[in-house]
């Protein structure tokens, strides 16, 4: 039988830390650090050694790896083989810091606050900084509540996530052996309401092309030579609307779902995505607006230009361009993306029009909603919260979480302690400060879970 008044103990416990000066304090730390992953590499290697020693306080052994130029550090604490072994991820690298743009003269590398709306500001606080911090304060509870976890840990953490992520999956090929683990937990990305617990299954993967047409050197009036000479702008245009329906529903073959799964509609029932912020007439007819953004695939175009849009001249462009981006769940055929978007061109006359795929690729991958280790995790997140969380197939945006199932082989469950509105890619980003509290007992809840079920309910065997 599962012990309750120790369980209830950790939690409790995970919750106060949380509310602690001393973790406001801790997450300040983290932020200070300048971990732009765009920029030097020096303060990636500063943030990961600071690190190591918080894991390291809590009885965990740690090694730094490097891999195409970035520094990993792996934290270690093994108890007993015959437990359920996870794997944590998280990393320390962030946008850049905008500085400057942040409203009220934020400091992006100073935790700050506005105590009008309980929110605390800081470059990585979302992403993905804190929610590291969470899910180590709650391991940290569940030390203190019970005196071990009940389950060994590895946790990975990189530092060049936003520039896609070069050398995770050479590391992971590499500590394979290692990482004989059971499943991934981590956390990054948003919960689907600031509220609402939420558990996502994996993540759509991106694509993205550079559409080019280059008709001749140099504009053309267009007065004398208008009507009667192509303009790539036009065709450009008319190429990009061919792409999906005239209410948004992609059209190119080869880049469609055949269908939603039933266990994936199932989870998704009554769900109100994207902080409500949908267009209900927009996208795939007949999928709601949750299965739209997490059960199927969308292409947007992200840019387009032609001519000058501040200057315009009386000219016909020589040239048009855009960048339109795929972004699609598992179970289509991702090694022909370019090749069915050059074949829907062709097939509606555009031929003259140059595609080149611009990396950095992420793949889709995503575990299955019915695995007993999804199902477990959402069973424990409802038992601290009171209600059934939210469960997604797959995050609408991306994450390298098809190294953790391809490379490593593993069921991959994230819970997500951020929100849609926290801003993580721009000026003032935030969490309000009382999802802290909230997340990190909802993960000492799940870790002592973890250090009470057997490897075989876990996976189902
Ligand atoms: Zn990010």
């Given at each position: ?6 369980r ?11 509310e ?7 997450l300040?730390?983290l932020i ?6 765009s ?7 500063a ?36 437990r359920?072994t ?12 905008m ?9 992006p590398?100073?935790l ?12 990585g ?7 590291m ?12 509540a ?5 389950f ?11 520039i896609?992520?070069p050398?995770?999956?050479k ?8 990482l ?19 558990i ?11 559409l ?15 009507g009667?000479l192509?303009?790539?702008?036009l065709?450009?245009?008319?190429a990009?609307?061919?792409?999906t ?5 992609l059209q190119?073959?080869g ?8 266990a994936?509609?199932t ?8 902080g409500?912020e ?13 299965e739209?953004i997490?059960?199927?695939n ?19 462009p ?14 289509i ?6 090749e069915?978007?050059r074949?829907?061109?062709d ?12 990396g ?5 991958s995503a ?10 995790a959402?069973q ?13 197939p ?10 953790f199932?391809?490379v490593?082989?593993?069921?991959t ?45 876990l996976?189902?065997?």
């Amino acid at each position: 039988m599962l012990d309750t008044t120790s369980r209830d103990t950790a939690v409790t416990l995970a919750r106060a830390i949380a509310e602690d000066d001393a973790f406001r304090a801790a997450l300040a730390d983290l932020i200070a650090f300048p971990t732009d992953a765009s920029r030097e590499v020096a303060p990636l290697h500063a943030y990961l050694a600071h690190v190591a020693q918080g894991f390291a306080a809590m009885g965990f052994e740690t090694q730094g790896y490097t891999s195409e130029g970035r520094p990993f550090l792996l934290a270690s604490r093994i108890e007993d083989d015959a437990r359920p072994t996870v794997l944590g991820y998280a990393h320390g690298d962030t946008v850049p810091g905008m500085e400057g743009q942040w409203a009220d003269g934020r400091d992006p590398w100073a935790l700050s606050e506005d105590t009008g709306t309980g929110r605390w500001y800081g470059r990585g606080i979302a992403d993905n900084k804190g929610q590291m911090l969470v899910n180590m304060t709650a391991m940290q509870a569940v030390l203190t509540a019970r005196g071990s976890l009940g389950f060994n840990a590895h946790v990975l953490i990189e530092m060049g996530e936003e520039i896609g992520s070069p050398g995770l999956r050479k590391v992971c090929d590499r500590l394979k052996e290692r990482l004989k683990v059971d499943l991934l937990i981590a956390s990054d990305g948003p919960r689907i309401d600031a509220e609402t617990p939420t558990i996502f299954l994996g993540a759509r993967g991106g694509a993205t092309f550079r559409l080019t047409l280059h008709r001749r050197e140099g504009g053309r009036h267009s007065g004398n030579f208008g009507g009667a000479l192509k303009n790539p702008a036009l065709e450009l245009a008319h190429a990009l609307a061919s792409m999906t329906s005239a209410k948004g529903a992609l059209q190119v073959a080869g880049w469609v779902p055949d269908g939603v799964p039933d266990a994936a509609r199932t989870a998704l029932a009554g769900l109100t995505p994207a902080g409500g912020e949908v267009d209900a007439d927009w996208g795939a007819e007949g999928l709601t607006p949750a299965e739209r953004i997490h059960a199927w695939n969308s292409a947007e175009i992200l840019a387009f230009s032609a001519g000058n849009i501040a200057h315009p001249v009386n000219a016909i462009p020589d040239r048009a361009e855009a960048v339109v981006q795929l972004r699609y769940v598992p179970g289509i055929d991702d090694t022909q993306l370019t090749e069915a978007l050059r074949a829907h061109l062709d097939q509606h006359g555009f031929a003259d029009i140059a595609i080149e795929e611009q990396g950095p690729r992420f793949r889709a991958s995503a575990t299955r909603v019915d695995h007993p280790a999804a199902q477990f995790a959402a069973q424990s997140l409802a038992r601290t919260a009171g209600d059934d969380p939210v469960l997604l197939p797959s995050l609408g945006g991306s994450l390298p979480n098809d190294i953790f199932t391809e490379v490593l082989g593993v069921p991959t469950i994230w819970v997500p302690h951020s929100y849609p509105g926290c801003s993580q890619h721009a000026p003032n980003e935030h969490l309000p400060r009382a999802l802290f509290a909230d997340a990190t007992g909802l993960m000492a809840g799940l870790y002592w879970d973890l250090g009470s079920v057997s490897k075989d309910a876990l996976l189902g065997v």
